[in-house]
């Protein structure tokens, strides 16, 4: 898998560029629109990543003119403005994901892989396993070793979202956003509470502990 | 100004004004004299005819009364007789032939032979010419019983004068008329653009120095540009404010962030100070992280504040069902009220509809509800009341917690005000600064009632 990022601060540049190598993708960076443009022409990219403010030719321009050449590779657009207008112009100009500065390199991996896999289709699997955990979709129902988990409908959504993301960290903002549906922090602690609940249910009587906090970053599902 | 009066002159308004003034001005004084003049012209014209006319009748009764021989004695007499004679007399003969003609001496020279040839009717003019300047000789003819013709003219030179000079008066007087309607012109152009120069001026001084409190001066009239003046005065009265706004808000961001961010710093030193300890080092990298975190939420909801309070937070307004709002936030703040065992009373109809932006209405009503519950200990209970009166809809969050002391209760809309009860919990002391924000922001009210050890109560205000 490639990955272009464009992005002329070379610290946030390399660490974008050191943690997808980690998570396994081909990473090309570029500092400039120009230059950016010319590679996205030019390479197959599975994903591209596109700051906004660049230097001799913006973000939102270069993926207007990916977008004119019928280059169709999945966006996400980084831009340290936050507002709603600003989102809804990066999307409407052909981003496909909008991250705002800072952001948790969890978040922008998980949105990578995302789009990734939206962009091969979507494989939809009736039952996912993590280690001794087993999540039937259809039945809805949750068996850990041997024992059925009674969960509620939310405490269920978020497990499924961290066994879909096994492996990967994802922040609180992610959860309140897939669980929810809350495009915005309303800084309060509900998701450590949901979190908190879930692990009474699924964690506490058991000798291996699935979830796990990684703090600053948020959450993550690791099958041992 | 004057540096390129080509430039100048076309440019400024003042001086187009002017020159429209003093054209009208001109215009109508031409025409004013023009009027004077034909009227003047014509009537001199007009006593001139009446006087040859009566001059004809005195020789036609002296003809009456002596025939032919009468008629020559008179005028003999007329032109011999001292008296200054003042009009061309001229006897013919039933052919036209001239047998007595009298022309006064001072006049010009006229080609009088050539009235020989005209068979004159009555009450016909013949005009004149002389043969070396432009004097005209205006000749009324009498055809007598016996076939006699009697002429009597004037020379229109004296009235000729008259106008000549009457022009020359006009002339004259045309000059000053033109400055004086130039000085007028300028005059009223310069006192109506006053105000208009006086705004340049003090665009001029706010953009060369930066100075936004340089202002018009107060105009007393109440005309269009009176009006102009007192309201760009206005403007730049709410620019003043919004500017010291955003200037005290930038000031308090700043010092708002330096805390958190010494904190952020003194971890990451005593860090790097610390030798070889991976544990250490993960913990206070955890801690930064956590920080970084807060300074971030911190700023966010700063600029989410100042941008509401100065009026330039985009609200996306549509008709938003408030009671569909607190039901997600019930349901959103469910597990949290369950694991302090908090009971959460709800008492409002299904559909209540707001205009309001429906992301930051819920912000506020979250922020509200999360602070109930975090006010509330164990086995409290918080009750949520909607309702809608005339044009407005409530919202009220009733909690059973410690309350809010009397000295503090003007005070928790604050900017990262904590109480002291409120220190040891988790929170910036943004929430309430935001949802009063938020809620003026819809010109929508908020307030607070309390009793200590009793618990509050939030009311929210929101126009329908």
């Given at each position: 898998?490639?990955?272009?990022?464009?992005?002329?601060d070379?610290?946030?540049?390399?660490?974008?560029?050191k943690?997808?190598?980690?998570?396994?993708?081909?990473?090309?960076?570029?500092?400039?629109?120009?230059?950016?443009?010319h590679?996205?022409?030019?390479?197959?990219?599975?994903?591209?990543?596109?700051?906004?403010?660049?230097?001799r030719?913006?973000?939102?321009?270069?993926?207007?003119?990916?977008?004119?050449?019928?280059?169709?590779?999945?966006?996400?657009?980084?831009?340290?403005?936050?507002?709603?207008?600003d989102?809804?112009?990066g999307?409407?100009?052909?981003?496909?994901?909008?991250?705002?500065?800072?952001?948790a390199?969890?978040?922008?991996?998980?949105?990578?892989?995302?789009?990734?896999?939206?962009?091969?289709?979507?494989?939809?699997?009736?039952?996912?396993?993590?280690?001794?955990?087993?999540?039937?979709?259809?039945?809805?129902?949750?068996?850990?070793?041997?024992?059925?988990?009674?969960?509620?409908?939310?405490?269920?959504?978020?497990?499924?979202?961290?066994?879909?993301?096994?492996?990967?960290?994802?922040?609180?903002?992610?959860?309140l956003?897939?669980?929810?549906?809350?495009?915005?922090d309303?800084?309060?602690?509900?998701?450590?509470?949901?979190?908190?609940?879930?692990?009474?249910?699924?964690?506490?009587?058991?000798?291996?502990?699935?979830?796990?906090?990684?703090?600053?970053?948020?959450?993550?599902?690791?099958?041992? | 100004m004057?540096?390129?009066?080509?430039?100048?002159?076309r440019?400024?308004?003042?001086?187009?004004?002017?020159?429209?003034?003093?054209?009208?001005?001109?215009v109508?004084?031409l025409?004013?004299?023009?009027?004077?003049?034909?009227?003047?012209?014509?009537?001199?014209?007009?006593?001139?005819?009446?006087?040859?006319?009566?001059?004809?009748?005195?020789?036609?009764?002296?003809?009456?009364?002596?025939?032919?021989?009468?008629?020559?004695?008179?005028?003999?007499?007329?032109?011999y007789?001292?008296?200054?004679?003042?009009?061309?007399?001229?006897?013919?003969?039933?052919?036209?032939?001239?047998?007595?003609?009298?022309?006064?001496?001072?006049?010009?020279?006229?080609?009088?032979?050539?009235?020989?040839g005209?068979?004159?009717?009555?009450?016909?003019?013949?005009?004149?010419?002389?043969?070396?300047?432009?004097?005209?000789?205006?000749i009324?003819?009498l055809?007598?019983?016996?076939?006699?013709?009697l002429?009597?003219?004037?020379?229109?030179?004296t009235?000729?004068?008259?106008?000549?000079?009457?022009?020359?008066?006009?002339?004259?007087?045309?000059?000053?008329?033109?400055?004086?309607?130039f000085?007028g012109?300028h005059?009223?152009?310069?006192?109506?653009?006053?105000?208009?120069?006086?705004?340049?001026?003090?665009?001029?001084t706010?953009?060369a120095?930066?100075?936004?409190?340089?202002?018009?001066?107060?105009?007393?009239?109440?005309?269009?540009?009176?009006?102009?003046?007192?309201?760009?005065n206005?403007?730049?009265?709410?620019?003043?404010?919004?500017?010291?706004?955003?200037?005290?808000?930038?000031?308090?961001?700043?010092?708002?962030?330096?805390?958190?961010?010494?904190?952020?710093r003194?971890?990451?030193?005593?860090?790097?100070?610390?030798?070889?300890?991976?544990?250490?080092?993960?913990?206070?990298?955890?801690?930064c992280?956590?920080?970084?975190?807060?300074?971030?939420?911190?700023?966010?909801?700063?600029?989410?504040?100042?941008?509401?309070?100065?009026?330039?937070?985009?609200?996306?307004?549509?008709?938003?069902?408030?009671?569909?709002?607190?039901?997600?936030?019930?349901?959103?703040?469910?597990?949290?009220?369950?694991?302090?065992?908090?009971t959460?009373?709800?008492?409002?109809?299904?559909?209540?509809?707001?205009?309001?932006?429906?992301?930051?209405?819920?912000?506020?009503?979250?922020n509200?509800l999360?602070?109930?519950?975090?006010?509330?200990?164990?086995?409290?209970?918080?009750?949520?009341?909607?309702?809608e009166?005339?044009?407005?809809a409530?919202?009220?969050?009733?909690?059973s917690?410690?309350?809010?002391?009397?000295?503090?209760?003007p005070?928790?809309?604050?900017?990262?005000?904590?109480?002291?009860q409120?220190?040891?919990?988790?929170?910036?002391?943004?929430?309430?600064?935001?949802?009063?924000?938020?809620?003026?922001?819809?010109?929508?009210?908020?307030?607070?009632?309390s009793?200590?050890?009793?618990?509050?109560t939030?009311?929210i205000?929101?126009?329908?």
């Amino acid at each position: 898998m490639r990955v272009l990022v464009v992005e002329d601060d070379g610290k946030i540049a390399s660490f974008i560029r050191k943690g997808l190598e980690q998570a396994g993708f081909a990473v090309d960076h570029a500092a400039d629109g120009e230059d950016g443009l010319h590679l996205a022409l030019n390479e197959p990219y599975d994903v591209a990543v596109i700051d906004l403010m660049l230097p001799r030719r913006d973000g939102l321009s270069l993926i207007e003119e990916l977008r004119r050449k019928q280059v169709n590779t999945p966006v996400i657009i980084l831009s340290a403005r936050r507002s709603v207008d600003d989102r809804v112009k990066g999307l409407q100009t052909g981003g496909d994901d909008y991250l705002t500065k800072p952001f948790a390199f969890a978040e922008l991996l998980a949105r990578v892989q995302a789009l990734i896999r939206r962009a091969g289709g979507t494989e939809n699997p009736t039952r996912l396993v993590a280690g001794d955990l087993v999540m039937d979709l259809l039945a809805r129902e949750v068996i850990r070793g041997d024992a059925k988990i009674d969960l509620q409908p939310r405490e269920f959504s978020l497990l499924e979202y961290l066994m879909r993301q096994a492996g990967r960290a994802v922040s609180k903002t992610m959860i309140l956003e897939h669980v929810w549906d809350y495009s915005f922090d309303p800084q309060t602690n509900v998701v450590d509470v949901l979190v908190c609940r879930l692990r009474t249910k699924v964690d506490r009587d058991f000798e291996t502990k699935l979830i796990q906090t990684i703090r600053g970053v948020g959450y993550v599902l690791k099958p041992s | 100004m004057f540096s390129n009066p080509l430039k100048w002159f076309r440019q400024t308004l003042s001086l187009r004004l002017t020159l429209w003034y003093s054209a009208i001005f001109v215009v109508s004084s031409l025409v004013l004299f023009a009027a004077a003049y034909l009227f003047l012209a014509n009537s001199l014209c007009q006593k001139d005819h009446e006087a040859i006319l009566g001059k004809l009748k005195d020789y036609q009764a002296q003809y009456q009364a002596g025939g032919v021989i009468a008629l020559r004695n008179e005028i003999k007499f007329q032109k011999y007789g001292g008296k200054r004679q003042e009009y061309f007399v001229r006897l013919a003969g039933p052919h036209n032939r001239t047998l007595f003609l009298s022309l006064p001496e001072q006049w010009a020279d006229f080609d009088l032979a050539s009235l020989e040839g005209n068979h004159p009717s009555r009450q016909t003019w013949i005009h004149l010419k002389a043969r070396d300047d432009e004097n005209i000789l205006e000749i009324v003819s009498l055809r007598l019983k016996d076939g006699y013709i009697l002429q009597v003219g004037k020379n229109t030179e004296t009235r000729e004068e008259f106008l000549e000079s009457f022009r020359g008066i006009f002339l004259g007087v045309m000059l000053p008329v033109i400055l004086l309607g130039f000085l007028g012109g300028h005059f009223l152009s310069s006192r109506a653009l006053r105000p208009i120069r006086q705004l340049i001026q003090t665009v001029q001084t706010i953009t060369a120095t930066g100075d936004i409190e340089a202002r018009m001066p107060d105009s007393p009239s109440s005309d269009e540009l009176g009006e102009l003046s007192r309201l760009f005065n206005r403007m730049l009265e709410k620019i003043e404010a919004l500017i010291k706004g955003i200037k005290g808000t930038l000031d308090n961001v700043a010092h708002d962030l330096r805390t958190p961010l010494t904190r952020l710093r003194g971890t990451a030193e005593t860090a790097v100070q610390t030798p070889d300890d991976p544990v250490a080092w993960r913990e206070a990298l955890g801690d930064c992280l956590e920080e970084s975190e807060r300074i971030l939420t911190m700023l966010n909801t700063l600029m989410d504040i100042t941008e509401a309070e100065t009026g330039t937070l985009p609200l996306d307004k549509a008709q938003v069902n408030l009671a569909g709002l607190l039901e997600d936030i019930l349901d959103l703040y469910r597990y949290v009220a369950e694991d302090k065992q908090i009971t959460v009373t709800n008492d409002f109809p299904e559909e209540l509809w707001v205009t309001a932006d429906e992301n930051r209405l819920r912000q506020a009503l979250a922020n509200l509800l999360d602070n109930a519950l975090k006010y509330t200990p164990a086995g409290g209970r918080v009750g949520v009341k909607a309702w809608e009166a005339g044009q407005q809809a409530f919202v009220t969050f009733q909690d059973s917690g410690v309350g809010i002391p009397p000295e503090d209760l003007p005070r928790i809309w604050e900017r990262l005000y904590r109480g002291d009860q409120s220190r040891s919990l988790r929170g910036l002391g943004l929430g309430l600064s935001l949802v009063k924000a938020i809620i003026q922001a819809h010109d929508g009210q908020v307030s607070v009632t309390s009793t200590l050890g009793v618990g509050a109560t939030f009311e929210i205000k929101l126009p329908k």
